[in-house]
Structures are given as structure tokens and as C-alpha cells.
């Protein structure tokens, strides 16, 4: 099965410098990557995505990128603001798992101003 | 439109009490989760519906068992539970398709003594 190894596990980063979460997943037929932010008390909820077929995705200051040779792929925010604070998730998924994500450990990103 | 909602919040259980946490959506989704999360390992796949009338095991599915009582709702069971089972439970819902966004609900926190 799928194994995602997600790092670092915590990140400390002054506002407006940006922030970098790297992960490596294990199955070359995984083809979804998403990245979940989890708030303090709430649920993880969807940020971004990429799937297999492109290699660099953006929404405003957070962007991942792929390398699926390598089988990693990363989180960029830039110009980390107070309300990143947060945990964020990487997953992989292969088109024939019915959905089930195979989540890394989680980082741990706290923002200080 | 709730979207995924968990009951109970907060949950404190002896060892060997049972006990059913309930998850439902309102975005007439066909697949639902439930996760565990633990810290240092992310959320892992206990049971999965990908449509009604169906469930299957995910990563760790011993000493639960689930429920899926109609399109909306999908429940998790503890018949006897366990220290080891101290931990947060997030239900999710997603429509398969093209889009493998999962929604998350805000979270059950149980603790076993």
C-alpha cells in the first residue's frame, strides 16, 4: 500500500517569510496529492491539489509542486501571515482506491509576527 | 447546509463501556470515512462507504465496527472499548467523480481511562 512520509513535523517562520513542507510518497500509481489545513478544534479541510499530470500548481500564495520521478511533492506559502498558523496534511490517492487518502504525519506551522 | 456534522464533541468512556459516534452530511454524497488521528500519525482510514450499502475495512479496523443507515448517515461503533482507542474521530463525506475533495466534520474527542 501507499506510504506518505511527511516533513518537518514542526515549522517556525516570522510573518512574511515563506514556508516549505516536503513530502515522499511510496506508490508510483498514486496520481492525487491533496493538502489539508487543520485548524485548532475543527476538521482538516482541502487547500490545494495537483494531480500526476501537472507539475506546478498556484492559488495565490500557496503553490506544490511535483516530481513524479522522485515521487515527492511540496507545499509553498509565501508571505506567511498569523492565519497560517495551523497543521497541514499531504495525501496521495491511486485512481482505484475509492477515494481513501493515505495521509503524512502532519507539520505543525506556527506563524509569529 | 451544515455540510458534515459529528455527535457527540467530547466523549469520556471506561474500558470495556460501547458506545456509537454518528456522522451525516447534507451534500447528498455517496462515499463516507471515518479517520482516526492520532498525534505524530495523521489521520488513518478506519471504515469507508464508498455508497450506500456498501462499507469496507480501511488501515485500522479492529474493535470498531460501522454502520451505514442510509445516504446520509454513517456511524461508528465501539463495542468494547479500549485505552488504545483514545483518540480524535473525524468522519468525511465526498461525491466520486473526477473531484476527490473530501469534506470533514468538526471532530469527536474520546478518551478511554
Known amino acids: 500500500g501507499e506510504n506518505v512520509e511527511q516533513h518537518p513535523s514542526t515549522l517556525s517562520v516570522q510573518e512574511g517569510d515563506s514556508a516549505v513542507i516536503k513530502c515522499t510518497y511510496s506508490?508510483?500509481?498514486?496520481?492525487?496529492f491533496p493538502w489539508y489545513k487543520q485548524e485548532l478544534g475543527k476538521g482538516p479541510q482541502l487547500i490545494i491539489d495537483?494531480?500526476?499530470?501537472?507539475g506546478e500548481k498556484k492559488d495565490q500564495r500557496i503553490a506544490v509542486t511535483l516530481n513524479k520521478t522522485a515521487k515527492h511533492f511540496s507545499l509553498h506559502i509565501t508571505e506567511t501571515q498569523p492565519e497560517d498558523s495551523a497543521v497541514y496534511f499531504c495525501?496521495?490517492?491511486?485512481?482505484?482506491?475509492?477515494?481513501?487518502?493515505?495521509f503524512g504525519a502532519g507539520t505543525q506551522v506556527v506563524v509569529t509576527p | 447546509n451544515a455540510g458534515v456534522t459529528q455527535t457527540p464533541k467530547f466523549q469520556v468512556l471506561k474500558t470495556g463501556q460501547s458506545m456509537t459516534l454518528q456522522c451525516a452530511q447534507d451534500m447528498n454524497h455517496n462515499s463516507m470515512y471515518w479517520y482516526r488521528q492520532d498525534p505524530g500519525m495523521g489521520l488513518r482510514l478506519i471504515y469507508y462507504?464508498?455508497?450506500?450499502?456498501?462499507?469496507d475495512k480501511g488501515e485500522v479496523p479492529n474493535g470498531y465496527n460501522v454502520s451505514r443507515l442510509n445516504k446520509r448517515e454513517f456511524s461508528l461503533r465501539l463495542e468494547s472499548a479500549a485505552p488504545s482507542q483514545t483518540s480524535v474521530y473525524f468522519c468525511a463525506s465526498r461525491q466520486p467523480g473526477f473531484n476527490y475533495e473530501q469534506y470533514f466534520g468538526p471532530g469527536t474527542r474520546l478518551t478511554v481511562t
Open positions: 495537483i494531480r500526476s499530470n501537472v
Open positions: 495525501a496521495a490517492i491511486p485512481t482505484d482506491s475509492w477515494g481513501k487518502l493515505q
Open positions: 462507504s464508498a455508497s450506500e450499502g456498501t462499507t
Open positions: 506508490d508510483s500509481a498514486s496520481n492525487y
